[in-house]
């Protein structure tokens, strides 16, 4: 068991370690702030808009086929992407090694809840889970920086295979799962991609007609909704716990890349650090997130997840906050170290919760939801946040993060049964 468990943490680790491992190679991307948004963005925004198809796939066809469809699909594009020889390629490539990345993300969940049935052992084993995958989001900026210094930007592509294989041979023994008959929603899928990348562009490029088609194209997607077929069925929403947990997992997100995002700018840019210390600059955060999830998994276990999520975002609010008026490096390690501690709190909490509000038969489109909301979240943190910093200032970018992440801790001490 412990084997299945390592690969699948490998394959989600993979997804989130390529969701932050560009943010520090960013200035050796490109000297432009829409295209090292858009570098950032490509990948996320693919991944949040495909987790929900991915969630309905993995019920569908089984999570055991399409976890390793994932894995396989990742390693090809992360050597293609290492290839790459523009920047609209490498964007295009990031793109698809989102979609990629989603197929992981509710396979894994999927799997882990059928080899883990007894909810005691499953909070402990989405501990061990997030603490490797978080170990991924966090520890890239440091393995960005490192290998970007090292040996170019390339290398940070290049990584993914051999872990990839590695993630793929702890998997096979994966118990089955049963395949479900259905059809796709295509009409929810278009609708949510186009929702999030003209809302996207719209903030990136301060346009109005992209809001405008992301309102329509969001509108569809709702009413979408309400056929059988739907991405997201309705049912999912008789428990509050499931729509208030999405809305925190996206305020947690946001708040998580966006400052990744500000942060690694301001070091380099501003402080003027060289990648590789731009990326060690970021150890306090990543430290706490490669052993307080299992904590975090055990403390949920025994008290349930409201009081760790609530920690967790006061945590992150209160070290972004403290960033934002850090001007010595002493501060900073103490800032990071708040919000890492407040990160690895929080996503293992919003996981239990959420995957405990869905009926069995829905758990991975439960876990691609989520997902799907924290990376939407994510893509909206660089690019509101990007936005903020081209306008104002750093610190002005920080606090208003710290100040959403404080409306995410309010959100998940709401007085409904988490």
């Not at 949040?48 to 055991?64: K, N």
């Not at 993914?160 to 294989?165: F, G, I, L, T, Y």
């Not at 276990?301 to 001007?327: D, E, K, W």
């Amino acid at each position: 068991m412990a084997r299945l468990l390592t690969g699948l943490s490998l394959g989600y680790f993979l997804v989130m370690l390529d969701t932050t491992i560009v943010t520090v190679a960013l200035p050796a991307l490109s000297p432009s702030l829409p295209a090292q948004q858009w570098i950032s963005n490509g990948y996320t925004l693919t991944f949040a808009a495909f987790l929900l198809t991915a969630g309905a796939w993995s019920d569908r066809f089984g999570a055991r086929r399409v976890f390793s469809a994932g894995l396989v699909s990742f390693a090809v594009l992360s050597g293609l992407s290492a290839l790459s020889f523009s920047t609209p390629s490498l964007i295009a490539l990031r793109a698809l090694l989102g979609v990629a990345g989603a197929l992981l993300v509710p396979s894994s969940l999927s799997l882990i809840a059928a080899a883990y049935p007894v909810p005691a052992a499953r909070a402990k084993a989405m501990g061990v889970w997030a603490a490797v995958s978080g170990t991924g989001l966090v520890a890239g900026p440091l393995l960005g920086g490192l290998l970007t210094q090292a040996f170019g930007w390339r290398a940070i592509f290049l990584v993914n295979v051999p872990v990839a294989a590695v993630a793929f041979a702890l998997s096979r023994s994966a118990p089955p799962t049963p395949a479900k008959p259905g059809r796709t929603d295509l009409t929810g899928q278009v609708s949510a991609v186009v929702a999030l990348s003209a809302l996207t562009y719209a903030l990136i490029e301060s346009s109005w007609g992209p809001l405008l088609l992301s309102a329509a194209a969001a509108a569809v997607f709702v009413r979408s909704q309400r056929r059988p077929e739907a991405m997201l069925p309705a049912r999912l929403f008789r428990n509050r716990a499931f729509p208030l947990g999405l809305v925190a997992g996206a305020i947690v997100n946001f708040g998580l890349s966006g400052v990744l995002f500000v942060l690694s700018l301001y070091f380099q840019e501003t402080r003027g650090y060289p990648p590789s210390l731009t990326g060690l600059a970021f150890l306090p955060l990543t430290i706490p997130t490669a052993f307080n999830p299992i904590f975090t998994g055990r403390l949920v276990a025994r008290i349930g997840p409201r009081i760790p999520a609530v920690s967790g975002f006061s945590l992150m609010s209160a070290g972004t906050l403290l960033q934002a008026g850090s001007t010595s490096a002493v501060l900073s390690v103490v800032a990071l170290a708040l919000l890492g501690f407040g990160v690895s709190l929080a996503i293992p909490s919003l996981l239990t919760a959420v995957v405990a509000s869905a009926p069995p038969d829905l758990t991975g489109v439960a876990g691609g939801a989520l997902n799907a909301a924290r990376q939407t979240g994510a893509a909206l943190g660089v690019a509101i946040l990007g936005a903020l910093l081209a306008g104002t200032t750093t610190s002005i970018a920080l606090i208003a993060a710290a100040g959403l992440l404080l409306v995410g801790a309010l959100v998940v001490l709401f007085p409904i049964r988490l």
